[in-house]
């Protein structure tokens, strides 16, 4: 759910809806694949909802996946584009992560008096032949009328589509929980014990806690607390948010996202349904602002949900907020049950049209078409890029603290500040440039090759991008300068080489 310190958002009154339901017959999907848009948006369109029309125009938070058997239902927390929205929960549908559709707004926020005048993070689980959309109900209002500011609520489907919210059920925070930190259910079936369980982002004693409450039977709204499933093992966690846990060969896994420290998703590793649980020696899946990564998988694949950072004012000079494009990591299991994040495949195979690369300018360097070398202080710059796009190539000779890497809205009209992706051995950071002053956007570590070569597929969005660094680490970037500017390779120190350099469109 979006901490404030990302951005605040307005809450304006409305009348809230008993039963959030969806008028079909009124509703046109709106088609988001032409052009292809592997990082989408909500678009921006007017909308029927129970009968009355709103501006879809927005950008996407925290994402709650959902698998139905064929089709990846992607519900999230709606950011409106200047409109003072609360939260509804709008949705996409994809079966591929290529193809996305929009399919509107599922849940609406209530009115002042609700528990869920805002709506926050939750999660779907089919019981039986009904689907229950747990989720958080936020009143801030509530800071001076002596209530929790949080609460559990639930909606019913039998399609996945039509929502109706239970009228009576709130799951407030149980005696020794902050009273105003209790969001962000995520409900799953234990088989171990025949019962189903529920993760909420909690705080007790001053700490930041995974909560856990059990049921046998979710229908009859009776809720146990349980001893804490998980308490934070870093003293400087505010909450762990969004919770998401689920199983892969031999181990368990919980996910969350820290909202204080860096913003970023982590996981935990564990051999049990109960733990114990082990942190790995690099236990996030992104870099800082790739936030509130969920997942869910088809049977054959476990995939990453979350959203990119945008910019105040769509602008690079501005601060980063709360929400923007949808982002989806593959997660790949290693051998000692430490995940690794690849992009999607579907999405990297995608792009097969090989684009013509002709140098603008070379400076220090020598090379050409496919393969450069780049000696101290080098550049080779290339022409405009924009819509999607795969660069793909390997670098070699990188040692020590030096960089080397790609830039990125280079050569722009009336600016000199551009943006350069610097991996330097085993690190890599997204970093904007304004001569002579850097500061990094993010950063990651990652697993250096026992060549020293660095393999590394970008794809990118118009202003976002994904870099994947060996096949094993993911950082996520934004860039408003990178459409329809320059882009380009450099190094700081002499002959490192970039081998076998591609530019693939669709």
């Known amino acids: 759910m979006k901490n404030q310190i990302l951005g605040i958002v307005a809450a304006i009154s409305i009348t809230g809806m008993a039963a959030c339901q969806k008028n079909n017959a009124e509703f046109n999907q709106q088609d988001l694949t032409n052009p292809v848009s592997i990082m989408p948006q909500p678009p921006s369109q007017w909308i ?23 089709t990846f239902h992607i519900y999230y927390l709606h950011d409106g584009d200047g409109n003072g929205s609360y939260h509804p929960i709008h949705a996409f549908e994809s079966s591929d992560m290529v193809h996305y559709s929009y399919d ?21 689980i089919k019981i039986g032949s009904t689907y229950y959309f747990y989720y958080t109900g936020h009143n801030d209002l509530n800071w001076t009328n002596g209530k929790p500011v949080e609460g559990v609520m639930y909606a ?29 259910p995520f409900v799953y079936y234990d088989s171990t014990a025949n019962q189903y369980t529920m993760l909420v982002a909690a705080r007790q004693n001053g700490k930041p806690v995974t909560a856990r409450y059990t049921t046998k039977d979710p229908s009859t709204d009776n809720w146990a607390i349980q001893s804490p499933f998980y308490i934070a093992d870093n003293a400087k966690y505010s909450m762990m948010e969004c919770p998401d846990f689920f199983h892969m060969g031999n181990y368990y896994y919980l996910v969350f996202s820290e909202n204080y420290v860096n913003y ?48 105040d004012g769509a602008n690079d000079y501005g601060g980063k907020v709360w929400g923007g494009n949808l982002i989806v990591h593959q997660l790949v299991q290693n051998s000692d049950g430490t995940l690794s994040t690849i992009n999607p495949q579907t999405q990297a195979q995608l792009f097969t049209k090989t684009e013509s690369l002709q140098p603008i300018d070379i400076n220090n360097a020598n090379g050409s078409n496919n393969d450069y070398t780049i000696q101290s202080n080098g550049t080779v710059h290339f022409g405009m890029i924009n819509g999607q796009k795969k660069i793909t190539t390997t670098i070699s000779g990188l040692t020590g603290s030096n960089d080397a890497g790609f830039v990125f809205g280079w050569a722009r009209a009336g600016s ?47 202003s976002s991008f994904v870099v994947n660094i060996n096949g094993n680490t993911s950082l996520t970037g934004r860039s408003y300068w990178l459409p329809n500017a320059q882009w380009g390779l450099y190094s700081n120190e002499n002959n490192v080489t970039f081998k076998q350099l591609n530019l693939f469109g669709y």
């Open 156 to 184: 019913t489907s039998t399609d996945l589509k039509t929502w109706t919210k239970k009228q009576g059920f709130d799951l407030v925070p149980s005696t020794g929980y902050d009273a105003n930190d209790f969001r962000d």
């Open 264 to 311: 970023t998703t982590h996981y935990r590793i564990a051999t049990s349904p109960n733990g114990p649980w082990t942190t790995p020696a690099n236990d996030v899946l992104d870099g800082a602002f790739f936030y509130a990564g969920k997942t869910a998988t088809d049977g054959k694949n476990r995939y990453l949900f979350g959203w990119s950072y945008r910019k």
């Open 416 to 462: 000199g500040d551009y943006y350069k992706v610097r991996l330097q051995s085993g690190v890599a950071s997204i970093v904007k440039v304004q001569p002579p002053n850097e500061y990094p956007d993010a950063s990651i570590p990652y697993k250096v090759s026992a060549n020293g070569d660095i393999n590394l597929e970008v794809l990118i969005d118009n």
């Open 48 to 70: 029927n909802f129970t009968g009355s029309t709103y501006y879809s125009s927005g950008f996407v938070g925290d994402v709650m996946p959902y698998y139905d058997g064929s």
């Open 104 to 124: 509107g707004k599922m849940l609406a926020y209530g009115s002042d008096s609700a528990q869920d005048r805002a709506l926050g993070t939750g999660s779907v």
